[in-house]
């Protein structure tokens, strides 16, 4: 019987976490760790085994939930202890109010997690005020289509597809740096804002940049600068955006968690 049952369903030893690839992440110089996740092999132990604290509202989520959350804090620990080995070795990255990573002093970051994928960046305050990365798998189609006239304008579409990207790259490369932008900034402005406050004016295809440009009322209301650079990375089917800097002149606002 037992016999029978070993052929049915066959025991696989599959790693939940995959291929791990950190770097100093060119154009940005930030630290960037990307560890690819299998959601299958997820089980609640292997928070304790990765050394990650699960907090009580990951403890009440769904298991694809508590999955990403895990990648992603596991990213982020690989992360820290890449920029400073000592420092950081038993650190945990809280929860803030609105989701908002907390990073230990002296260290701004961000994280993202796609299909199978979780990404973090840091870096040390003195090198970076704002950083921001986001992955996104390129759009269908059909999701262009609906969610098009949100996240971008006529002008945006047609300065990206005017450079010979595709619609669906285009769109997906506008939401990406555009969620960048929002996780980089959120720590300044602390409230949630709209894809309508910023419009890409710039891109540069060799350079695989591009500038998000702030409405000047939104700018000068939150005292931040108009303009941010963007690195962004294609992969086969997805988009990452990396939205980093220094707030030149800006001395008189601190982000705080
Ligand atoms: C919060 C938001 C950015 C998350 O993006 P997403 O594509 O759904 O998911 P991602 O996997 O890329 O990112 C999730 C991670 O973002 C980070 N994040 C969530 N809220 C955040 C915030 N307020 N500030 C900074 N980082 C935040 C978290 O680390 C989260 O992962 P975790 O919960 O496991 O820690 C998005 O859902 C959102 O609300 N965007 C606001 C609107 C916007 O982007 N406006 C554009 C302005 S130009």
């Given at each position: 019987?037992?016999?029978?049952?070993?052929?049915?369903?066959p025991r696989v030893d599959r790693q939940f976490i995959g291929k791990v690839h950190s770097e100093v992440h060119a154009g940005t110089g930030v630290c960037l760790v990307t560890c690819e996740f299998d959601l299958a092999s997820y089980q609640p132990e292997l928070f304790?085994?990765?050394g990650v604290a699960m907090p009580e509202s990951i403890a009440r989520s769904v298991p694809k939930r508590q999955a990403e959350f895990l990648a992603g804090r596991y990213a982020a620990a690989l992360a820290l202890q890449h920029l400073a080995p000592v420092r950081h070795q038993d650190v945990q990255v809280g929860i803030g109010?609105?989701?908002?990573?907390?990073?230990?002093?002296?260290?701004v970051g961000s994280i993202s997690h796609v299909d199978g994928m979780a990404v973090c960046a840091v870096s040390h305050t003195a090198d970076k005020d704002y950083l921001g990365i986001d992955v996104e798998v390129v759009m269908s189609t059909r999701v262009c289509r609906e969610v098009a006239r949100i996240v971008s304008t006529r002008q945006e579409r047609e300065l990206l597809c005017g450079l010979g990207l595709s619609e669906r790259v285009a769109l997906t490369l506008i939401f990406s740096a555009k969620e960048s932008l929002f996780k980089a900034l959120y720590p300044s402005v602390r409230d949630y804002f709209g894809f309508e406050v910023a419009e890409v004016t710039e891109l540069h295809l060799e350079e695989q940049t591009l500038v998000l440009t702030l409405t000047e009322r939104f700018a000068a209301g939150h005292k931040l600068p108009q303009d941010y650079q963007c690195q962004f990375t294609q992969g086969e089917h997805?988009?990452?955006?990396?939205?980093?800097?220094?707030?030149?002149?800006?001395?008189?606002?601190k982000a705080v968690p």
């Open positions: 019987m037992q016999e029978a049952a070993a052929k049915i369903m304790v085994e990765l109010e609105k989701r908002n990573p907390l990073w230990p002093t002296g260290v997805w988009i990452q955006s990396v939205t980093c800097g220094k707030f030149h002149g800006r001395a008189n606002l």
